[in-house]
Each structure stands twice: as structure tokens, then as C-alpha cells.
């Protein structure tokens, strides 16, 4: 027998190993060997659906019918809040996602239980159930010359309960029982079935490492250490998109009263190359005179085209932040004005202010916190290993007697008992001295790094001051500028009605000087109240100025004793609340606030010559009449009619403003 079990053996081991080494064979309950990169095509992955959008307007498309939608930056941010599932910042004439969403916190959240999970009971459960048959030889008792094979069997089976409890100081309770049924034959036994138990309760507890509240719970403080950091990243990425979203808002503004400065110096070149043009057919001047009007009308046409497509990314990334899609039936019209109001900034309490209430500096705070717990916890993990352990057992034997008859020990017969003493320590703590001078560096850097932040906070706050100062300072000085160029086109706009040949770099500046001084004061003043935005930025409390809370979101789940007491609640989300009304909201473009008057004639008729001024005895001048309309693209729609019919014969028609 022992011959073919060893033959079957071979032949078995033979055919296992062919199969391995065939090279073109494999067997399905072995996974292959990769031999050949794989790589799917791009529609075999998942796929997305787009939405049905329309194409964005360009400067080169006929202007398409919009409805004006008038929005104040109240609504602007509490549309950017409320679709902040991921946060969008914008950059410029972009935006894109910070990479933080508004489960974050929620999931960093999740450390904690998994950390608190080394305090929670264990429970184990095992049994073993085993057959023994032991072969033996014996004399024949009937012919002692001669042996016989016999043996033994026994059945047994083990049966391990074990529940224990760590605790926070440091020590563990353990509760065990056992129970060991067997049966033997053939033969006589004082007890056959027998069955021996025992109950076992025990308690170890740690004195040096591994001892104490504070360094048992170093993991699950570190975990809330990390929670609140995700949590005030958070919070920054969403002071620094509602940043953003008031940045854009006021850019949309400048953006268009520069269209609007623009679109008035191009119908102004437009009635300057008529003037020349008419001049030029009575013989008053010269051909040159056409070619530079011409060129001047041109280059601002094209002017108007850059603010044109200014404007249109204003707009779109203004969308983009807000997660609009790029382009709908809707006209974006802000109706927000830009005070004039200058702020006092006081210094001092500006930085203590800082210094409370910037996210990234508290994060810099609870770095050092989590530093410092690291230490405690490596301190303690220097220390010799000493635990004392306390055993008490009681053991117990039943089973059945040659008579049938049953027999067992009384409870508490049987003790057991151990006190005992551990200790061990690594010869040199080479590894966990090397871990304390790591851990105190690092406390050392980033407290380092804390002042850095300090130094950094201080200095970008300068910046901002100062910035403000200058923006202001800029606003007033253009507006000087810009009625300083309106007198000047006030000045032309008398002579040509003299008769007078107005003569080119005169008007070519007067014009120039004017439409950039519009422009420089709305952005002037836009770029102030985009920096008194950073300001509350950078002093970390632009959400409690703007009355922003967060709310936070909680699914059901399965928790620990979910089978007793059903699901239980979890956080989910960490969703921004909706701002308060900041902002004063407007009636009409916010745009039409910078006082937008138009310098030239209305109407291409002639006017009277202007009185003469008895005194000087020259023509007196006088302001030509303000034009302020309510509905800016009408406005400018019908002065792009009267241009286009006047200039019909000069080339293309200048474009609006959308």
C-alpha cells in the first residue's frame, strides 16, 4: 500500500508541474502571468454626460438677444456658496478648482474613530474538534511468537472564549474560557468522556512606557488636531473664493464703463473723420489730414474690440466661479455700485486681528500642537518596558466514571493564581532617542515656521494698506484727469463750431486722455474695493464680515452597536451657509454710478454759435448737456445707428457693447 500511495504521489506532482511550464496553457483558478501591457480605449471608460450648451459669443458674432439679468454682489456671492461643492477660485480672467470640496472635514472626521478603535473591546471565539488514531504493535496474547497491530483513538475537542478590554492608563483586563471534551478508546479510564474547563480573568497594566491617560490618547488627539486643520483649510479656500467672486463683480464693472469710455471715443473719431472729410472736399486741408483721422478712427475701433473681448472673459469668468455655464440667454448686469467712501484702517488692532483669526496661522498653531503631543508620545516610547500582571483561574473536570455514574470537581476546588513582573529594554534606544531629536527639530521648525508666518502676515498686510492708499489716491487723480479731458474736448467741440480746423494731436489726445481717465477711475476705484476685499482676507474674517457660517451635513451610517440601535448618524458634508445682505443693492448698471456723460453733441445738426462773452469779447463757452441713460445698450445701440448712417461710406461699422 505504502508503494502505490507514493506512485500516485509522483504522478500527481508530475502533472501539477506540467501545467506550469507548458507555455500555452493555464488554468482557470490560477491568475496568469502578466506578460503585456493592457491599456482600454478611451471609450470603453465611463462616460459623462455634457450638458447641451450653446457657443460663446466672440467679438466677431452679431450681437445675440440677451435678457438683462441685474444681480447685486449680495446675490453674486450667495450663488457662489450655494454651488460650492467644490470650490472654484478665480485667477484673473480663469477660474479653476482649489481642489477642496465640502466633504473634507467630513473625511479627515473619520480618523478619529479609527484611531478611539484600539480602546474598544475584543472579543475571540475558536473551537477545534480532533480525531487522533495512534498505530501501535502488541504480542499476539493467543500466540506469543507472533505480533498484532492495534492502537488507540481519541476524540477531543477545544473550546476558547476570550474577551478583553484596554483602557486608557495604560492596562488590559482579559476574561477567558475554555472547555476540553475527549473520549478514548478502546480501554478502561477513570473518566471516559472527561471534559476540563477553566475560567480565567486577568489584568496587565504598563508603569513606565506605555502608562498614562495623556500618552495613550496621543493618536486620537492628533486625529482632532488633523480634523481641525482640514477644517480651517477649508475655510480658507472658501475666504479666498469669496475673495474672487467680489473681485470679479467689481472687474465686471470697470470692464464695462471701459467698453462704455471706448464705444464714446470711437463714435467721436467716427464725427472727426466726417468733420475732416467734409473739410477736405471744400479744400480747407489736406489729404494727410483724412489718413490720420482715419488711422485714429481705426485704432480706437480697434480699443473697443479689446474691451469688447475684455469683457466678454470678464463676464464668463465671473460665471465660471459661480458655476454658470459660459454662455445663456442671460446678460449679466450688475447693479452694485462702487462707493467712494475711503476707509480708515487702524493699524495695531488690524494685527492682532490677524493674528487670531488667519486660517493658515492656525494651522500653523496646531502643527506645533501635534508636534508636541509626537513628543510626549516618544518620550514615553524611551522608557524601559515594565508591566505587572494579576492571574486568578479556576479549573474545573467532569465525566463519566467505569459505573455510568457522573463525577465532577466542586466550583472553587481548583485555583490558580500568578502575580507576575515583565520588564525588557533595548540595549541603547538607538531608534527611539534618534525619534525624540527628530520630533524636538521639528517643534523647533515649526515654531520657526510660526514666526515666519507672523513676519509674512505682517508684511502682506502692509502691502495691502499701502495698496489702498495708492488706489484711492489714483481714483482722485483721474477723476481730476478725466474732467480735465472733458474740458479740453469741451474746448474742441466750441472751435469746430467756430469754424475753427481743429487741429489732429490736439483732438487725438483730448480723446485719448479722456476715454483712459473713465477707464482709470472705474478700475481705480474697482481695484480699491477688490483690495479692501483682500484685506478682510488677509486678516482671516472676511466670512464673519460678509455673516457666513457653515452648516454642517450628517448621513446615516452603521456604527458600532448598529445592530442593536439601528443607524446612526455621521457627518457628511461641511456646507457654507448663505451670506447676509453687506451690500447695497441697486436699481439700474452699476456703471452708470461713475457719472457717464456723454462730451460731444447729441445730434448731428448744427447749434448756434455760442454767445460772446461781453467781457473778453471771445466765443463763451458753455457744458453741453449730461446724457445718463437708464438702459445702457440701448443707448449705445442707437448711437452705433446714427454712427454707422453718418460713416457708411468711411469702411465697416464699429460694434457695440453687447
Given amino acids: 500500500m ?24 493555464s488554468w482557470p483558478w490560477i491568475e496568469p502571468e502578466k506578460r503585456e501591457i493592457k491599456v482600454r480605449e478611451p471609450g470603453e471608460f465611463a462616460q459623462v454626460t455634457v450638458p447641451d450648451l450653446p457657443a460663446p459669443q466672440t467679438v466677431s458674432d452679431a450681437p445675440i438677444p440677451q435678457q438683462q439679468w441685474h444681480i447685486s454682489l449680495n446675490e453674486v456671492i450667495r450663488m ?25 472635514p467630513a473625511i479627515s472626521h473619520t480618523t478619529i474613530d479609527q484611531n478611539t478603535a484600539q480602546f474598544n ?56 474560557v475554555n472547555s476540553n471534551p475527549a473520549r478514548f478508546r478502546p480501554g478502561t479510564y477513570p473518566l471516559n468522556p472527561q471534559t476540563g474547563s477553566a475560567v480565567e480573568l486577568s489584568y496587565t497594566q504598563a508603569l513606565l512606557q506605555g502608562r498614562g ?71 480747407n486741408n489736406e489729404q494727410i489730414d483724412v489718413a490720420q483721422a482715419t488711422s485714429l478712427a481705426a485704432t480706437l475701433r480697434a480699443g473697443l474690440i479689446g474691451a469688447q473681448a475684455d469683457l466678454l472673459l470678464r463676464e464668463s469668468a ?105 520588564f525588557s529594554v533595548p540595549l541603547g534606544l538607538r531608534r527611539e532617542r534618534a525619534q525624540i531629536r527628530q520630533t524636538e527639530l521639528l517643534l523647533l521648525r515649526d515654531r520657526e515656521n510660526l514666526q515666519q508666518g507672523i513676519h509674512a502676515m505682517s508684511h502682506n498686510l502692509a502691502i495691502s494698506v499701502r495698496n489702498l492708499a495708492q488706489l484711492y489716491e489714483q481714483y482722485q487723480i483721474s477723476r481730476r484727469l478725466r474732467q480735465a479731458a472733458a474740458d479740453t474736448l469741451e474746448q474742441v467741440e466750441a472751435e469746430s463750431r467756430l469754424g475753427i480746423v481743429l487741429p489732429y494731436l490736439q483732438f487725438r489726445t ?35 464680515t460678509h455673516g457666513i457660517r457653515f452648516v454642517e451635513e450628517q448621513f446615516q451610517q452603521a456604527g458600532p452597536l448598529s445592530c442593536y440601535f439601528g443607524e446612526v448618524d455621521y457627518p457628511s458634508a461641511l456646507r457654507p451657509a448663505t451670506n447676509t445682505n453687506r451690500y447695497t443693492p441697486g436699481d439700474r448698471p452699476a456703471e452708470l454710478e461713475f457719472d457717464l456723460k456723454d462730451p460731444w453733441r447729441q445730434s448731428a445738426e448744427p447749434e448756434p454759435v455760442p454767445p460772446v462773452d461781453e467781457g473778453t469779447g ?27 448712417r453718418s460713416t457708411s461710406k468711411n469702411g465697416d461699422n464699429f460694434r457695440g457693447v453687447r
Wanted: aromatic share 6%; glycine share 6%.
Fill in 318 to 422: 465671473l460665471r465660471n466661479v459661480l458655476g454658470l455655464p459660459p454662455q445663456d440667454d442671460r446678460l449679466i448686469v450688475p447693479t452694485t455700485t462702487l462707493t467712494t467712501e475711503r476707509r480708515d484702517i487702524l493699524w495695531k488692532p488690524l494685527l492682532e486681528l490677524a493674528q487670531t483669526n488667519r486660517p493658515d496661522l492656525i494651522e500653523l498653531k496646531l502643527i506645533l500642537e501635534a508636534d508636541q503631543q509626537r513628543l510626549l508620545l516618544n518620550k514615553n516610547r524611551a522608557l524601559p518596558r515594565v508591566d505587572t500582571m494579576a492571574m486568578y483561574r479556576w479549573n474545573g473536570i467532569s465525566g463519566e466514571m467505569p459505573n455510568g455514574a457522573q463525577l465532577s470537581s466542586a466550583a472553587g476546588q481548583f485555583t490558580d493564581w500568578t502575580l507576575s513582573i515583565n
Fill in 121 to 176: 473591546p475584543s472579543l475571540q471565539v475558536s473551537e477545534a474538534f480532533n480525531r487522533s488514531e495512534s498505530p501501535g504493535a502488541a504480542f499476539d496474547p493467543s500466540d506469543p511468537t507472533q505480533a498484532i497491530i492495534t492502537g488507540g483513538r481519541g476524540d477531543t475537542s477545544r473550546f476558547n472564549l476570550g474577551l478583553s478590554q484596554p483602557n486608557v492608563s495604560g492596562g488590559t483586563w482579559n476574561l477567558g
Fill in 213 to 283: 491617560r495623556d500618552v495613550n490618547r496621543v493618536p486620537i488627539v492628533i486625529a482632532s488636531i488633523d480634523t481641525e486643520r482640514s477644517f480651517f483649510q477649508f475655510k480658507d479656500r472658501i475666504q479666498e473664493m469669496v475673495r474672487s467672486v467680489i473681485a470679479g463683480y467689481w472687474s465686471l464693472v470697470a470692464a464695462r464703463t471701459t467698453v462704455w469710455a471706448r464705444q464714446q471715443q470711437v463714435d467721436m473719431a467716427a464725427e472727426y473723420l466726417e468733420y475732416v472729410q467734409a473739410q477736405r472736399r471744400v479744400g
Fill in 80 to 104: 457662489a456658496l450655494e454651488n460650492a461643492r467644490v470650490i472654484r477660485i478665480l485667477n484673473g480672467l480663469s477660474a479653476s478648482s482649489s481642489g477642496a470640496t465640502i466633504y473634507d
Fill in 618 to 644: 471771445t466765443p463763451r463757452l458753455r457744458r453741453l448737456p449730461a446724457v445718463t441713460p437708464d438702459n445702457l445698450r440701448s443707448f449705445i445701440q442707437a448711437r452705433r445707428e446714427r454712427t454707422n
Fill in 510 to 544: 483730448a480723446i485719448g486722455d479722456w476715454g483712459n481717465a473713465i477707464a482709470q477711475e472705474s478700475a481705480s476705484l474697482a481695484n480699491y474695493h477688490t483690495e479692501l476685499a483682500t484685506l478682510e482676507r488677509q486678516t482671516g474674517t472676511i466670512l464673519e
Fill in 2 to 25: 505504502g508503494k502505490r500511495l507514493l506512485k500516485g504521489t509522483i504522478v500527481a506532482v508530475v502533472w501539477l508541474l506540467s501545467g506550469t511550464v507548458a507555455p500555452c496553457q
